[in-house]
């Protein structure tokens, strides 16, 4: 674990924050893997909810970290451990497709809806690449990041795979502090005054990370994506 990765790491609290909102996607649907799960904030989470859950992560000190807490958790690669995974109700990725390409992110997703029993879901959370400061300075502060993926983007590739899509938007917890709507806002009116203020403060105020939820079907229709955000 580079020490550099713990500077720019949130806070366990700021984290258990941000992440609480996805907890009741998986009331029911147990048991729940956590992929990429860190220092273990949202499997402490499921564990406080009584879901049964595991943890997953190719860094060791990590996973050293979960079972300190008494959280399950193992360490494996991602792709070794999707490649046998099955029967899941629930797969939570935060932060994980970022640092994959293209193809493995589309493998990844596939190997995902297999892993999934009929009406498990699948939950992403990842860096919005329409946030000024997080395309400009945050996502770039982490080397092992390869690209981004909008929102668009991740709603085809779920649905190529075979989800629905229940819920998608801007990740609760991670927009722009209220204490500073008033800067924001006077800043929007000084750039691109021809165009108007709606513009700029859309960019100015959109949420620091993106989220979706892909549903597995019961049956073989599908419904498509709603949009609708938490």
Not at 155 to 164: D, I, R, S
Not at 168 to 183: N, Q
Request: one cysteine or more; charged letters at 20%.
């Amino acid at each position: 674990m580079k020490s550099y990765y713990d500077l720019f790491r949130q806070s366990r609290e700021i984290i258990k924050e941000r992440v609480y909102p996805f907890v009741r996607y998986f009331n029911g649907l147990e048991p729940i893997a956590d992929i990429g799960c860190g220092r273990g904030e949202f499997l402490e989470l499921l564990k406080n909810n009584n879901i049964e859950c595991i943890g997953v992560d190719s860094d060791i000190d990590m996973i050293d970290l979960c079972l300190k807490a008494g959280l399950r958790a193992k360490h494996e690669e991602l792709f070794n451990f999707m490649n046998s995974a099955i029967g899941y109700g629930g797969l939570f990725i935060s932060h994980v497709i970022e640092h994959l390409n293209g193809d493995d992110a589309e493998k990844m997703i596939a190997l995902g809806f297999v892993s999934l029993r009929p009406g498990g879901r699948m939950v992403i959370i990842t860096p919005n690449p329409e946030n000024i400061s997080v395309m400009t300075k945050a996502f770039w502060l982490d080397p092992t990041h390869i690209r981004p993926y909008p929102l668009a983007l991740l709603c085809e590739m779920l649905k190529e795979a075979g989800f629905n899509i229940i819920s998608s938007g801007g990740a609760p917890g991670t927009f722009s502090s209220i204490r500073f709507y008033r800067m924001r806002r006077f800043l929007a009116g000084l750039i691109l005054p021809p165009v108007g203020i709606r513009p700029m403060w859309d960019y100015l105020h959109t949420a620091q990370d993106i989220y979706i939820v892909g549903e597995k079907p019961n049956s073989g229709v599908q419904s498509g994506a709603t949009g609708n955000e938490i």
